[in-house]
Nanobody
Framework: QVQLVESGGGLVQAGGSLRLSCAAS????????MGWYRQAPGNQRELVAQ???????DYADAVKGRFTISRDNAKNTVYLQMNSLKPEDTAVYYC?????????????WGQGTQVTVSS
């Protein structure tokens, strides 16, 4: 079994910063892609940022220049540094990883962490 545990969410004023972390544990051979998604009330879950094993990154237009995704392969952990936060960034943030266990690859999700940005 594989578990993803997120931390770092909370309440922050507009213009502030937060850093999210997501650590994977369990029977893991390798992790290919790591990503962060978010879902605001009434909206669909959307991709915020993703990072490949080699470090290539991709960001949603809404967060480019403000958010930075990074990973620590030795710790099976992905981070999301969020700066210059806006009220529209308020959402539940979920991490997602493409994990290899023995011979097969599967996607796993964290439980979600609430980020609330006040104006």
């Amino acid at each position: 079994q594989v578990q993803l545990v997120e931390s770092g969410g909370g309440l922050v004023q507009a213009g502030g910063s937060l850093r999210l972390s997501c650590a994977a544990s369990g029977s893991i051979s390798s992790i290919r892609r790591m990503g962060w998604y978010r879902q605001a009330p009434g909206n669909q879950r959307e991709l915020v940022a993703q990072i490949g094993f080699g470090g290539s990154t991709d960001y949603a237009d809404a967060v480019k220049g403000r958010f930075t995704i990074s990973r620590d392969n030795a710790k099976n952990t992905v981070y999301l540094q969020m700066n210059s936060l806006k009220p529209e960034d308020t959402a539940v943030y979920y991490c997602n990883m493409n994990v290899r266990r023995v011979v097969s690859w599967s996607d796993y999700w964290g439980q979600g962490t609430q980020v609330t940005v006040s104006s």
